[in-house]
Structures are given as C-alpha cells and as structure tokens.
C-alpha cells in the first residue's frame, strides 16, 4: 500500500483541497455585528500552497461555503483557482479538470468529509487529514497523521514536492 502510495506522489502535478476541515480545522468565527464568517489558516500549510505554486503546480480549492475570507487568503498565496459555493464539488472538478485539460490520474485531492467523497473517488491519488470522517479514511490512499488545519495540506505537498526533487530547490527560501 506505502508503495503504490509513493509511486503515485510522481504522477501528481495538480493538487485540489477542500477548503473547511482541510485547509482550515473547521472553526468558523462569526461578527456579531456584521455577521460577517472568517476562519483560521495554518501559516505552515499556507508556506506549501505558495511553493507548489510557485514551482509550477496546479493548485486548486473547492469550498461549499462562500467564505470570502478564504478567497482572500488563497488569492494571497498565489492560489487562484479557488471555487467557493461548490453544491456539487463533482461537477467544479469535472469542469477545472476539463478547463485546465489535466487527468484525473495526476491530480491528489485532500477531502474530509461526505460532502468530498465523489470527488476523492475521481482523483488519481485521494487523500484526508487524520480527522476526516471514517467514510473518507476508508477510500483513501493516504491518510495523513495530521488533522485538518494543523498541517496536513503541508504534509502532502512536501511528500510530492521531495519526491519529486522539488522540495529544497531556490524557490524554497523566498516567501
């Protein structure tokens, strides 16, 4: 299984996260006054999402909330394929899969819960943080030992990048 994982982490040159419980550990923080919806990013997942982009991945974000704030903090880290509002994350994948013309087999997407699980079926190498639900963990390749917000997204960023040569590279050492 370990090794099938690892020849995998070769082919990948797309990465799609879900956004809550992934990227961020699932808080949502809501202004009394404005009502307005913000949530925490780990700083350390952040510094992996701006190298892959910067070393040349596809990276990509499907949220089903339509949480400006996560647009904006995507956006800063050179992510600018982020899709808030997604009903159907199946058919978002589909179409960025169609639009960017990738193959589902080069693409890992990290997903926690059953809101995930159509599009973790269609991924070449799927994916979950340590606190995903049992239903995720059962039909993933990689379940990181890390939860959701906490790092997991780093960890298998830096997985593929180190495979890959792509880790320790000139782009490493500027932000």
């Not at 009394?32 to 596809?58: C, H, M, W």
């Not at 819960?113 to 390749?141: F, W």
Request: proline content about 3%.
């Amino acid at each position: 299984m370990m090794e099938s994982f690892l020849n995998k982490l070769k082919d990948i040159t797309t990465f799609v996260f879900d956004v809550d419980g992934v990227l961020t550990d699932g808080t949502v923080y809501v202004s009394e006054e404005t009502g307005e919806q913000s949530r925490p990013f780990n700083i350390k997942d952040g510094y992996a999402l701006q190298l892959a982009v910067k070393v040349g991945y596809n990276v990509c974000a499907i949220s089903g909330s339509r949480s400006k704030s996560s647009i904006h903090r995507l956006n800063s880290l050179g992510v600018t394929d982020v899709f808030v509002g997604a009903r159907d994350k199946t058919e978002k994948f589909k179409l960025y899969l169609e639009e960017k013309r990738l193959k589902a087999a080069n693409v890992l997407y990290m997903g926690d819960d059953i809101p995930d699980l159509g599009v973790i079926q269609m991924a070449g190498l799927p994916v979950c943080p340590a606190d995903a639900a049992e239903e995720i963990k059962a039909v993933c390749d990689y379940v990181s030992p890390i939860p959701g917000g906490r790092g997991c997204v780093r960890d298998v960023i830096e997985k593929v990048l180190k495979i890959q040569g792509k880790w320790m590279n000139a782009e490493a050492y500027s932000w």
